[in-house]
């Protein structure tokens, strides 16, 4: 398994939560990571990227509520995820590839982790 995403779970609105993905070394030495969710019903979308570097990029739709961020020496990367809405519940994927936000950019993807925000 290269990427291997985990976190997610249930939680009230106004909430946190944090995933994390751990990918093997040579996808995340040589790639940018991404962050997608999908709905039931709906597309694939892009939530957050970071390059190798540490360049960072956002959707609107989070932005100044997610974070992303990745630990090197871990090879992980991880999605802070702040003050939670119900329309944030989705499966939520973590990605190896050229740090876009488009989900054909992508070419590694991990199994996915569900996220659902309820009261």
């Known amino acids: 398994v290269q990427l291997q995403a985990s976190g997610g779970g249930l939680v009230q609105p106004g909430g946190s939560l944090r995933l994390s993905c751990v990918a093997s070394r040579h996808l995340f030495n040589n790639y940018g990571m991404g962050w997608f969710r999908q709905a039931p019903g709906k597309e694939r979308e892009f939530v957050a990227a970071?390059?190798?570097?540490?360049?960072?990029i956002y959707s609107d739709s989070v932005k100044s509520r997610f974070y992303i961020s990745r630990d090197n020496a871990k090879s992980t990367v991880y999605l802070q995820m702040n003050r939670l809405k119900p329309e944030d519940s989705a499966v939520y994927y973590c990605?190896?590839?050229?740090?876009?936000?488009?989900?054909?950019?992508?070419?590694?993807w991990g199994q996915g982790t569900q996220v659902t925000v309820s009261s």
């Open positions: 970071i390059a190798a570097l540490g360049g960072t």
């Open positions: 990605a190896a590839g050229d740090r876009s936000s488009r989900v054909d950019g992508y070419r590694y």
